[in-house]
């Protein structure tokens, strides 16, 4: 079965070919959204011009091939003595990397980051390092920050009001009403 078509003749690729067609033109998007200072790609968007620009289409869902194509892009971004160009990629819902951002520090020779703040941190020093190379106007003293997507997220919880613990009737034990009066009694 064909993971990828040709839109012009309509001539199908296996995925590895797919992926092969696709990986420099996902390498040429992430170039240009690294030229960008605070740049950063949905998965969805980064898809959707690199199926364009290759002209390939599928009826593979995105969950099923775009953690190949990054997993590529990685390693040829390294071979090229590339930055982290995959740390540019993330979800529309929270502005995170995903898990396979592992495999950036696989390829580097580090440990996996099991903490998704400390994996963000990582991420964040990645896409500033991918702004200095791809030619960004840094602000003098800019410093790795997280997206403004998960920052805005991590704001909001921290104004959230702390959940108070459950007290708990000394007879039965069943938490309490907000009365404090268990029914029990």
């Known amino acids: 079965m064909a993971a990828f078509t040709r839109k012009t003749d309509g001539v199908e690729f296996g995925l590895e ?3 092969a ?3 420099p033109h996902a390498m040429t998007v992430l170039a240009r959204v690294g030229s960008e200072f ?3 790609i949905t998965y969805t968007d980064l898809s959707e011009e690199t199926k364009q620009m290759g002209g390939l289409t599928t009826s593979m869902g995105l969950r099923n091939w775009i953690g190949k194509l990054l997993g590529k892009v ?3 971004a390294n071979l090229a003595g590339l930055p982290p160009v995959t740390s540019l990629v993330v979800h529309i819902h929270d502005g995170m990397v995903g898990e396979g951002y592992s495999e950036v520090l696989a390829v580097a020779g580090e440990e996996p980051v099991e903490d998704p703040l400390e994996r963000e941190k990582h ?3 990645a896409r500033l390092a991918c702004y200095r190379y791809f030619g960004a106007e840094v602000p003098e003293g800019a410093q790795p920050m997280l997206t403004a997507k998960l920052t805005a997220s991590i704001a909001r919880q ?3 009001a702390p959940l108070r613990a459950a007290v708990t009737c000394d007879s039965c034990f069943m938490e ?3 009365t404090g009066i268990c029914s029990c009694s």
């Open 17 to 19: 070919d797919g992926l």
């Open 21 to 23: 067609i696709l990986a």
């Open 38 to 40: 605070g740049g950063v």
């Open 74 to 76: 990685v390693h040829d």
């Open 123 to 125: 991420a964040a020093a």
């Open 158 to 160: 921290r104004t959230r």
């Open 176 to 178: 309490l009403p907000a």
